[in-house]
């Protein structure tokens, strides 16, 4: 039928920027990582839906919920500025009845703002650690949950498969 036409790959209806689009201010040091954060205040700059970046986290509040329950020991890679998936978790009483974990770690490769302190959960903020490079900076304790979302897109292949590997070994 005539209605049965190929999809054709759609245009963007914004500019799309990747990791190599990254101005030099957002790369570190040595230009491996693309340092870009997201957040509501520049998503429009990087073409990114800040929104969609926050549903996401409804992955591991599943996962807790229904597999871990209360007191799960959390590692999250690559955290962001602000902790969003931390603030998901502990937001109101609801959530921290469900998934208020015992020990949250996130480490970023930029500054981290948000400094969380939650009674009965000891949290491990790193910022500005690379924990591939530097595994010295992480707590030597077992986590039930690794996490990490919209990072590998900020690293080139081989830095992006040593990164999947380091998770498994944490």
């Not at 689009?21 to 800040?50: I, K, M, T, V």
């Not at 871990?68 to 500025?81: D, N, P, S």
């Not at 974990?101 to 996130?106: A, I, Q, R």
Request: hydrophobic share 30%; net charge negative.
């Amino acid at each position: 039928p005539e209605d049965c036409r190929p999809l054709q790959e759609a245009e963007p209806y914004f500019p799309q920027y990747t990791s190599s689009a990254a101005s030099p201010q957002e790369r570190d040091a040595d230009g491996r990582y693309d340092r870009s954060h997201l957040s509501p205040e520049n998503a429009w700059r990087l073409g990114r839906d800040y929104l969609a970046h926050c549903l996401r986290y409804g992955w591991p509040m599943n996962v807790i919920k229904e597999h871990i329950g209360t007191g799960a020991r959390i590692l999250e890679m690559g955290c962001g500025k602000e902790i969003p998936m931390f603030r998901a978790l502990t937001c109101d009483h609801s959530a921290v009845v469900h998934y208020k974990p015992s020990l949250y770690v996130g480490a970023d490769l930029n500054s981290i703002s948000y400094r969380p302190e939650i009674t009965g959960c000891r949290t491990v903020v790193l910022p500005k650690t690379n924990i591939i490079d530097n595994p010295g900076a992480m707590p030597d304790e077992p986590f039930d949950l690794i996490v990490s979302f919209e990072v590998l897109e900020h690293m080139d292949k081989p830095d992006g498969e040593r990164f999947l590997d380091k998770m498994v070994e944490y």
